[in-house]
């Protein structure tokens, strides 16, 4: 060991410490490696996006979905965007990678359209940075003018936590957005702090509640009062509201009787491969 603090640690035995300082620097080269392959991924076209179907409660049938980015890298195992797009957001490189997203969101949004004949709203997540950036706007105006999406196919979803610096600029762009005709949702509801005061000012037209409250349901019947609290807070603002999240009927059932509007997850369907989305499609469209 070249590093003299460590091998100082060595001489005097603090074992801890050496072990301590050789795990953070494997930490370090792991997240170095990771940064640097996430530079190269988008150049080496290793992304690709799932769709994760949304449905409406009432009637049962698919109202929507979420485009979900993968990075599968050639030769390995697809990793999480979990473990990614935090490191995306850090560096910078989210604003390549959402620009990527949104292109990609609109072009097959529009292949499947066209297959299954139906105009289904497809939603992108668009990262805190990303909301940040100024030129966010023409962006998303250009991804519809190159790929003729029709505007009200497109949903962006926006977590809540980007929401609460800044609100004035933060609504001037949330309008901007509006008048280009697309969807808006506030993603992750009820775990950013998002002040009530100004939930009445942004012109979106869903809340998306948090998984967590939606998860520990069964365990934990507190949550009862949030989601009853979130559904009617989102209803009496003009929004509709969907939980996501939901692996169990229980869950469904509860949400239905609640009046929650719209649900996604596992109980209904995983985010899917495209054509594996399209087969389902194709499916539903022929049973009703
Ligand atoms: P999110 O936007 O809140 O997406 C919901 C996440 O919950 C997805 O994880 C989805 O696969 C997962 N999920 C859906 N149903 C269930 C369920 O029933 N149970 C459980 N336990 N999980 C469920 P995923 O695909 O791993 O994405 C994680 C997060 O990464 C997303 O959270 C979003 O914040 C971010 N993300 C994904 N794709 C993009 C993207 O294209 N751009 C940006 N900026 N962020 C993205
Ligand atoms: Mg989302
Ligand atoms: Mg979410
Ligand atoms: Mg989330």
């Known amino acids: ?32 490696d990771l940064e640097y392959r996430l530079r190269l991924a988008l150049e080496n076209e290793e992304f690709l996006l799932h769709y994760q179907p949304k449905l409406a ?14 990075w599968q890298p050639a030769g390995e195992s697809m990793i999480s965007p979990a473990s990614f797009i935090p490191i995306a957001e850090e560096t910078g490189l989210i604003e390549d990678i959402g620009l990527w997203v949104l ?27 990303q909301f940040r950036q100024s030129d966010l706007v023409s962006m998303v105006r250009s991804a ?30 949330l309008q901007e957005l509006k008048n280009l005709g697309v969807g808006l949702a506030i993603d992750d509801f009820g775990t950013g702090y998002s002040s009530m005061a100004y939930l009445k000012d942004f012109p979106v037209d869903r809340l998306k509640i948090d998984q967590v ?36 009927a229980y869950q469904k ?16 369907s995983k985010p899917l491969h495209m054509d594996t989305f399209g087969k389902l499609l194709s499916d539903s469209c022929l049973k009703n």
């Open 253 to 268: 059932a509860f949400l239905l009787g609640i009046g929650c509007d719209e649900m996604q997850g596992y109980h209904f």
């Open 103 to 129: 292109h990609e969101a609109c072009r097959q949004a529009v292949k499947l359209n066209r297959l299954y004949g139906r105009e289904l709203p497809i939603a992108v997540n668009v990262s805190p940075r």
């Open 144 to 173: 519809l003018l190159n790929s003729g999406l029709n505007p009200a196919c497109l949903e962006l979803e926006i977590t809540e936590s980007s929401l609460v610096h800044d609100t004035g600029s933060f609504i001037k762009t």
């Open 57 to 70: 409660l009432v009637s049962g049938a698919i109202c929507g979905a979420e485009a979900l980015i993968r």
């Open 1 to 32: 060991y070249a590093d003299s603090a460590m091998y100082k640690s060595k001489q005097s035995g603090r074992n801890n410490f050496q072990f301590y300082t050789d795990e953070l620097n494997q930490r370090l080269m792991e997240r170095l």
């Open 213 to 248: 409250f939606v998860s520990n349901l069964e365990a934990e019947p507190s949550n009862i009062a949030i989601l009853k609290a979130i559904v009617a807070l989102g209803h009496s603002l003009n929004m509709k509201v969907i939980a996501e999240g939901v692996e169990t």
